[in-house]
């Protein structure tokens, strides 16, 4: 079983998971991953392999953590529900509202579910267009590559904090709280590695990270 591999009962995904980039090096990049995920090396795993694109490895690494929290949302979504989580929320001090800036132009508040659902399909719309994630080995990506890669991890680690602060003792009930741990892990390492995420928004598990990085 992979480093990321959940039982079978838990391979309900929140919405359908992506495949890495078709180009052969989205491929290559991603047995890269799997192999030194393998290893259990989270630092060695995050960093850019000698001699890769920048763009490329982002590229692939976001799909990967678009699966990961997919997959352990997914088995959440009988717990979280517009009852129980109002808000989309991180603990008392940190609620997110959602807006997209083409549909949603100004922050609403919404449900944690309403907020995931929305952020997975936001996600997907920049992953399936290729003027953003080009699928073709060699086609440029665009000069604001990076930001788009930016604002999805911010907003992956959002549902990584509501789910800590909401959902713990659930994840652990279902037994996946090693599982939970170590997919945050991988996320914080490569996250940290490539500043995608702004020290202020780690705020809501700033103690979990601050031992993850050894700060």
Not at 89 to 95: I, L, V
Not at 97 to 110: H, L, M, S
Not at 159 to 170: M, N, R
Request: proline share 6%; glycine share 6%.
């Amino acid at each position: 079983m992979s480093l990321f591999g959940l039982g079978s009962r838990n391979q309900k995904t929140f919405r359908p998971k992506k495949s890495a980039p078709s180009g052969s090096k989205g491929a290559q990049l991603k047995k890269h991953i799997d192999a030194t995920l393998g290893s259990g090396n989270l630092r060695e795993a995050v960093r850019l392999p000698p001699g890769e694109d920048l763009h490329e490895w982002l590229a692939v690494n976001t799909v990967d953590f678009f699966n990961q929290v997919n997959i352990l949302y997914g088995t959440l979504t009988e717990f979280c529900t517009p009852s129980s989580c109002p808000t989309m929320s991180a603990g008392p001090k940190y609620e997110y509202r959602w807006a997209d800036g083409v549909n949603i132009k100004k922050p609403i508040e919404v449900s944690a579910p309403k907020y995931v659902d929305y952020l997975m399909g936001w996600i997907e719309t920049q992953l399936d267009d290729e003027s953003i994630f080009p699928q073709n080995l060699g086609a440029p990506f665009p000069s604001n590559f990076q930001d788009v890669v930016k604002t999805i991890f911010k907003r992956l680690f959002r549902v990584y904090a509501h789910i800590y602060h909401s959902h713990f003792q659930k994840i652990i009930s279902l037994k996946e709280e090693a599982h939970m741990n170590t997919c945050f892990k991988h996320f914080v390492l490569f996250t940290w590695e490539f500043r995608l995420i702004d020290k202020a928004e780690l705020a809501p598990l700033y103690e979990l990270v601050e031992s993850i990085l050894q700060l």
